[in-house]
C-alpha cells in the first residue's frame, strides 16, 4: 500500500513508512515523498490532506505534486504550505473515475507532523504567552505561517494587519459588541493558500481579502469567522426562499451584513459570497427577511444566545 516516507527516503522506504517527521526548513514548508505512486500519477489523481478529512474540505494548509518523477523509483514528491504541529496527514486518492465530483479516499497510514523548527511560537502558545489583542485578551495572535504566503509576509507585518483589522471591527458598534462576546481563547494564524478565506480556529491573512467583493473586506471576513466561533460553527441552518446556507452560513453571513449595512456596504446574499441581498424587499424591508427565515433564526437564538 502507498505510504508517505522520509526525506531523503531511506534504504527500506518501499517496505517501511514513517509515523511522525520534523520540519527543518527556514520557512516551515515541507517537501515529502509518497511511495507506491505510479509515474503518471497527477494531482487530480492522488494528494496529501489531513487524515480523516481530506481535501474537499477548506482547509489552513495547501499541497502540491511535483509535475514530474523525481529520482527516486515508484515516488512523487508533494511541496506543502501552512501545516502546524500536530497535524495528521495521509495520502488521499481520488477514486471517482474522472466523475464531475471527485471522491477522495484515504491511501495510507496517517503521518504526524511532530516539530516545525521555524515555528517560534509553540512554546508561547502553550504557555499562554501568544501576542494578545490590547481590547479583549482571550484573542491571540499566531504569526508562524506568514513567510509561506504568496507573496510572503514578514510575521511582524501580518501581526501589524491583523490587529489593524480587529481594530476597524472595534470602532463599528456592532463589531466592537461582537469581540466583546468572545469570552474564551480564539487563537488566529495566518492564512496561507492563495484564495480568500478564513478558517474559524481563525485562519485568516487580511492582504488575501478583496474589498471589491460583498463582504470580502478584511474586517468583515474576520468578524464573519468570529461569528462562526460564537455560534460553535453550528451547522443545520437550513435553505429556504432560494437562498443557500451551506448548512453552516446563515448566522455568520446575516450578522455581518448588519455590521456591512452600518458601513454603507453592499449586503451578502448567502453562502455563494459573489450574489448581492436583492434590495426589494429585504434591503428595504429587514422585517421581511426576519418572517421568511424565522425557522433559522429561531436555530441561530438557540446556536449564540449571547449573539
Known amino acids: 500500500m502507498a505510504h508517505i516516507v522520509p526525506n531523503p527516503p531511506s534504504r527500506d522506504s518501499a517496505t517501511k513508512s514513517m509515523e511522525k517527521f520534523n520540519i527543518l526548513t527556514t520557512t516551515g514548508e515541507a517537501d515529502i515523498f509518497a511511495w507506491g505512486l505510479p509515474d503518471n500519477a497527477t ?30 523509483a515508484n515516488m512523487r514528491r508533494f511541496h506543502l504550505k501552512g501545516l502546524r504541529s500536530g497535524d495528521q496527514i495521509a495520502i488521499f486518492r481520488d477514486i471517482s473515475g474522472g466523475a464531475l465530483i471527485s471522491n477522495w479516499v484515504q491511501h495510507s497510514a496517517a503521518v504526524t507532523v511532530d516539530k516545525i523548527f521555524a515555528d517560534h511560537y509553540g512554546k508561547a502558545l502553550a504557555a499562554g504567552a501568544l501576542p494578545k489583542y490590547a481590547s479583549n485578551h482571550n484573542i491571540e495572535l499566531y504569526p508562524f505561517g506568514a513567510l509561506q504566503r504568496t507573496p510572503p509576509l514578514s510575521e511582524q507585518v501580518w501581526l501589524q494587519s491583523v490587529v489593524k483589522t480587529l481594530d476597524t471591527i472595534s470602532a ?6 461582537i469581540l466583546g462576546l468572545v469570552k474564551s481563547r480564539v487563537v488566529i494564524h495566518p492564512w496561507v493558500p492563495p484564495d480568500s478565506n478564513a478558517l474559524s480556529d481563525i485562519s485568516f491573512t487580511p492582504q488575501v481579502c478583496d474589498p471589491k467583493e460583498i463582504g470580502g473586506r478584511a474586517d468583515e471576513v474576520l468578524l464573519h469567522e468570529f461569528i462562526h466561533v460564537l455560534d460553535n460553527e453550528y451547522s443545520q441552518y437550513i435553505d429556504a426562499m432560494g437562498f443557500q446556507f451551506d448548512g453552516t452560513d446563515f448566522l455568520s453571513v446575516n450578522a455581518t451584513n448588519v455590521y456591512s449595512s452600518l458601513l454603507g456596504r453592499r449586503l451578502r446574499l448567502d453562502h455563494h459570497g459573489s450574489l448581492a441581498m436583492p434590495n426589494d424587499p429585504y434591503v ?24
Open 43 to 72: 494531482d487530480t489523481w492522488f494528494t496529501i490532506a489531513r487524515a480523516g478529512v481530506g481535501p474537499a474540505a477548506v482547509d489552513h494548509f495547501v499541497c502540491s505534486m511535483a509535475p514530474r518523477p523525481g529520482p527516486y
Open 284 to 307: 428595504i424591508n429587514p422585517r421581511q427577511h426576519f418572517d421568511d427565515f424565522r425557522a433559522n433564526y429561531d436555530r441561530a437564538k438557540g446556536a449564540a444566545p449571547q449573539l
Open 172 to 177: 463599528n458598534p456592532l463589531g466592537r459588541a
